[in-house]
């Protein structure tokens, strides 16, 4: 497999610098993903990880929530491991502004004669982390620029990259006022997930798939993100997003891209990127009957979440990607808060064999791939029912990937955390197709339907149900 970076090559020393070090993501999402780099022996020999933010924490102290983190949401680390991880876990607080840097080029500095008198002989790259909202965005990148931390460094985005298509173009402008391209990892952790990349590897490594990949065999194509989660103590946040923000104008658009994309000449970083970028431009803007959106009932009873918020909790979708391979093939789109189950998955369904055999099921051949964990991938087929009769049945193979030979998976966040490390953007998007993404979104956004309430634990508003047609939603059933 062709990647955009040699996974062999010894990394530099490198510095690492997470603003936001303090928030909900980074306590979720990044702490546990570099801990987990680290107990598997992939980061660089020499290495720092600095936190930022506005509080005056100490060293100790942020060692502390950074162990926390760590045994909350992955496991406790034993204690020698833990000694060697935090040797290397600094922090520097006051924020960090284009004004005032606060303590952290004093810290920055301290940790450079550490590292060389470490034996580190060379100057550690910078890797800066922005696990923060995105409106400050704007104002981080210039602060790296006007204390001397831009030049070289690589910048990780959280998404959303933007709110709007302005807003999106905005922050377009003052990043590369400051940083070029190459320097820019906006992150989608979805396009980080084991079976997501598997989407197109399994495809192109496979010519049984690969012939049937378009709209002469498959039917349609669901990708489906319920989740049984309420938003927990995010209310500020999500209040200002929703569901449209969150999640399918980021994570669902790319997964539809991975599925929709033509075959690039290599799986190089400039080659994947460049196919994935020109098919989410094939998509067509969604239309205002082609979208659900919906509430689950208690939503504006949340702590920190208006009286009278229409913000969208679940939103369902029925893009149409409009090239020769996928043209008249619906994309059904679907995610939600506090619904009846939490999977993430995409199915093929394919279309019934022309032949003999009458009543097939609608789902009776269906390409499924689970992108929760370690992933697995899922063949359902229409068989004979064994035994004296002929009725049909629909029978599962399933292959748990963490069962391949020499499986040895990463978490999302640890993989994209590799891929900043070893300077490989395969799987990061570009300004281009963020540009398509706003496009497509642009009618949904403007002119948004009215959001339908929901009872907690359903699948969502009624009105979703329709949207597949005579296959249903492959999860959850019909309401």
């Given at each position: 497999m062709t990647t955009g970076a040699d996974r062999h090559a010894p990394l530099p020393p490198?510095?690492?610098?997470?603003?936001?070090?303090?928030?909900?993501?980074?306590a979720r999402m990044v702490l546990p993903a570099f801990y987990q780099l680290f107990?598997?022996?992939?980061?660089?020999?020499?290495?720092?990880?600095?936190?930022?933010?506005?509080?005056?924490?100490?060293?100790?102290?942020?060692?502390?929530?950074?162990?926390?983190?760590?045994?909350?949401?992955?496991?406790?680390?034993d204690d020698d491991t833990w000694r060697e991880f935090v040797r290397h876990v600094r922090y520097a607080g006051r924020g960090f502004t284009p004004d005032d840097p606060g303590e952290l080029l004093d810290v920055l500095a301290e940790v450079r004669r550490v590292m060389a008198e470490g034996g580190s002989r060379e100057p550690a790259a910078l890797v800066h982390y922005l696990a923060l909202p995105p409106v400050t965005f704007a104002d981080y990148t210039r602060a790296l620029g006007a204390h001397g931390l831009a030049e070289g460094a690589r910048v990780v985005y959280e998404k959303p990259f933007g709110t709007s298509r302005r807003t999106f173009e905005e922050l377009d402008v003052a990043v590369h006022d400051v940083l070029d391209e190459q320097q820019v990892y906006r992150i989608d952790h979805f396009l980080g997930k084991e079976n997501v990349q598997n989407l197109h590897v399994l495809r192109f490594a496979n010519g049984l798939f690969e012939g049937v990949w378009n709209a002469e065999h498959v039917a349609q194509v669901q990708i489906d993100v319920p989740e049984t989660l309420d938003i927990d103590n995010r209310a500020r946040f999500y209040d200002a997003t929703g569901a449209v923000l969150a999640m399918l104008v980021t994570h669902l658009f790319q997964v539809a891209a991975e599925v929709a994309l033509e075959p690039p000449p290599t799986l190089g970083a400039d080659d994947l990127q460049t196919a994935r970028e020109s098919v989410i431009a094939a998509f067509r803007p969604l239309a205002p009957g082609d979208v659900v959106l919906g509430q689950y009932d208690g939503y504006r009873a949340v702590d920190g979440v208006a009286d009278d918020s229409t913000t969208d909790t679940f939103v369902?979708?029925?893009?149409?990607?409009?090239?020769?391979?996928?043209?008249?093939?619906?994309?059904?789109?679907?995610?939600?808060?506090?619904?009846?189950?939490?999977?993430?998955?995409?199915?093929l369904v394919f279309r019934a064999a022309d032949g003999p055999i009458a009543g097939v099921p609608p789902d009776g051949t269906v390409l499924s791939f689970d992108l929760q964990g370690n992933g697995a991938i899922d063949l359902a087929m229409t068989v004979k029912e064994p035994g004296p009769g002929?009725?049909?049945?629909?029978?599962?193979?399933?292959?748990?990937?963490?069962?391949?030979?020499h499986a040895a998976p990463l978490a999302p966040y640890a993989r994209l955390l590799l891929d900043v490390l070893h300077g490989?953007?395969?799987?990061?998007?570009?300004?281009?197709?963020?540009?398509?993404?706003?496009?497509?979104?642009?009618p949904?956004?403007?002119?948004?339907?009215?959001?339908?309430?929901?009872?907690?634990?359903?699948?969502?508003?009624?009105?979703?149900?329709?949207?597949?047609?005579?296959?249903g939603w492959l999860i959850g059933g019909a309401e």
């Open positions: 490198t510095l690492f610098v997470l603003f936001g070090s303090t928030g909900d993501l980074a107990t598997a022996g992939l980061l660089p020999e020499h290495w720092a990880l600095v936190g930022n933010g506005r509080h005056a924490l100490s060293d100790d102290q942020f060692r502390t929530h950074t162990r926390d983190a760590i045994t909350e949401h992955d496991q406790a680390p369902a979708a029925r893009l149409w990607v409009d090239t020769d391979r996928w043209r008249g093939v619906p994309f059904l789109l679907r995610t939600g808060k506090r619904m009846g189950v939490s999977k993430q998955w995409v199915s002929s009725e049909l049945g629909v029978g599962h193979t399933t292959l748990p990937l963490q069962t391949v030979p490989d953007r395969s799987l990061f998007t570009r300004p281009d197709g963020l540009a398509h993404v706003w496009a497509v979104a642009g949904l956004l403007d002119d948004p339907p009215a959001v339908q309430p929901y009872a907690p634990g359903s699948m969502g508003p009624q009105a979703a149900q329709r949207l597949p047609g005579e296959f």
